[in-house]
């Protein structure tokens, strides 16, 4: 079981794991430990997450979400592939977290009385500023 909070947790079912050889500095370790971690959770199988988290969570991580509807995350931060598979499942708990928490919906607001007084003298001023910079006809 992945836990995500006290109330949500993932079975290691829905979730599978591949293993492929990193990029980056590492020397020769690079070229022979499959050490970058790729997690591949199916989305649309899911049970577990709540319909309205799951919406959120498709519209926060379009770029990471297959045609299949999978969630791919992966790592290769570590020269290891344990600390890679556990910096992917933090990935995973931050972005479901993301997602389960209710945006506060925007009330529309008018502007004061201040803030158009102050927009009004600052257009005035500029117009001053303007009118100034022309040339005066002589009579």
């Given at each position: 079981?992945?836990?995500?909070?006290?109330?949500?947790s993932i079975p290691e079912e829905e979730v599978e794991?591949?293993?492929?050889?990193?990029?980056?500095?590492?020397?020769?370790?690079?070229?022979?430990?499959?050490?970058?971690?790729?997690?591949?959770?199916?989305?649309?199988?899911?049970?577990?997450?709540?319909?309205?988290?799951?919406?959120?969570?498709?519209?926060?991580?379009?770029?990471?979400?297959t045609t299949e509807g999978d969630l791919l995350i992966?790592?290769?931060?570590?020269?290891?592939?344990?600390?890679?598979?556990?910096?992917?499942?933090?990935?995973?708990?931050?972005?479901?977290?993301?997602?389960?928490?209710?945006?506060?919906?925007?009330?529309?607001?008018?502007?004061?009385?201040?803030?158009?007084?102050?927009?009004?003298?600052?257009?005035?001023?500029?117009?001053?500023?303007?009118?100034?910079?022309?040339?005066?006809?002589?009579?």
């Amino acid at each position: 079981m992945i836990v995500i909070n006290a109330e949500l947790s993932i079975p290691e079912e829905e979730v599978e794991w591949s293993f492929v050889r990193s990029g980056g500095p590492g020397g020769q370790n690079v070229n022979k430990v499959a050490s970058r971690a790729v997690l591949r959770w199916r989305l649309g199988a899911s049970t577990v997450l709540p319909e309205e988290a799951r919406r959120r969570l498709l519209g926060q991580q379009r770029r990471r979400i297959t045609t299949e509807g999978d969630l791919l995350i992966q790592s290769q931060r570590y020269r290891d592939q344990a600390r890679n598979r556990e910096d992917c499942l933090d990935k995973l708990r931050d972005m479901i977290l993301q997602a389960l928490h209710v945006p506060r919906p925007r009330r529309a607001t008018r502007p004061t009385l201040g803030s158009k007084l102050r927009r009004l003298t600052a257009k005035k001023r500029r117009g001053e500023i303007k009118q100034g910079r022309r040339d005066v006809l002589p009579e």
